[in-house]
Nanobody, 123 residues
């Protein structure tokens, strides 16, 4: 069971970036797949989650105007599209899965975590 987050990098303010979360060894069906980020010295912050069944997306209010979540069934992968990036978006971004029946928005509701990918936005 492995989640692999990728796609991070160094970008300028205003740029876009798409992160990927690929699952191997298991199917993402029946799970929520969530995105979080953690800046240095700060708590891990919920970005949004997608329910694989039905593709329902639950974005965090703080980023829903700029970030979107989608999935690719064939690739067993979830994406986080980030637009109009700001320096305050700089963080390590993580994906994780949850088997909760209600929409999981907290760290403790997620079981499997990817290793994280660094996003740095310069001003």
């Amino acid at each position: 069971v492995q989640l692999q987050a990728s796609g991070g990098g160094l970008v300028q303010a205003g740029d876009s970036l798409r992160l990927s979360c690929a699952a191997s060894g298991f199917s993402l069906s029946y799970y929520f797949v969530g995105w979080f980020r953690q800046a240095p010295g700060k708590a891990r912050e919920f970005m949004g989650t997608i329910r694989w069944s039905g593709s329902l997306v639950y974005p965090a209010d703080s980023v829903k105007a700029r970030f979107t979540i989608s999935r690719d069934n064939a690739k067993n992968t979830v994406y986080l599209q980030m637009n109009s990036l700001k320096p305050e978006d700089t963080a390590v971004y993580y994906c994780a899965t949850s088997s909760r029946r209600t929409v999981p928005r907290s760290v403790t509701e997620y079981t499997y975590w990817g290793q994280g990918t660094q996003v740095t936005v310069s001003s």
